[in-house]
């Protein structure tokens, strides 16, 4: 079955930043699905936080508006998450997958933020 791949994640301070990235397996094109990062709370609750259009188009949730920052490289068959000025609040797992969620969920990646 496939399954994406996360990473990227790790432990940082309030303010920081970190980079989290998303790839593939070539048998998949993720240029044909509108693709969305998902935080897995504390508290256990999937929350999609921000989402891109198979053509670019990008929307994000009201906690993360202005911080972070969701790209995708289609030759590279990979999907990015830029977090700025993060906040403690955003600490979890971090997982990738289509909007309509059509791949098994990966083991994510972790975020820390520390206050």
């Known amino acids: 079955q496939v ?5 990227g994640g790790g ?4 303010g920081g930043s970190l980079r989290l990235s998303c790839a593939a397996p070539g048998s998949i094109s993720l240029s044909h699905y ?27 949730d009201d906690s993360v508006k202005g911080r972070f920052a969701i790209s995708r490289d289609n030759t590279s068959n990979a999907l990015y998450l830029q977090m700025n000025n993060l906040k403690p609040e955003d600490t979890g797992l971090y ?12 083991q994510g990646t ?6």
């Open 95 to 106: 997982y990738c997958n289509s909007v309509d969620v059509a791949f098994p969920w990966g």
């Open 11 to 14: 432990l940082v301070q309030t």
């Open 110 to 115: 972790r975020v820390t933020v520390s206050s």
């Open 34 to 60: 509108d693709m969305a990062w998902y935080h897995r709370t504390p508290g256990n609750r999937r929350d999609l936080v921000a989402r891109i259009t198979s053509d670019g188009s990008v929307l994000y």
């Open 3 to 7: 399954q994406l791949v996360n990473s």
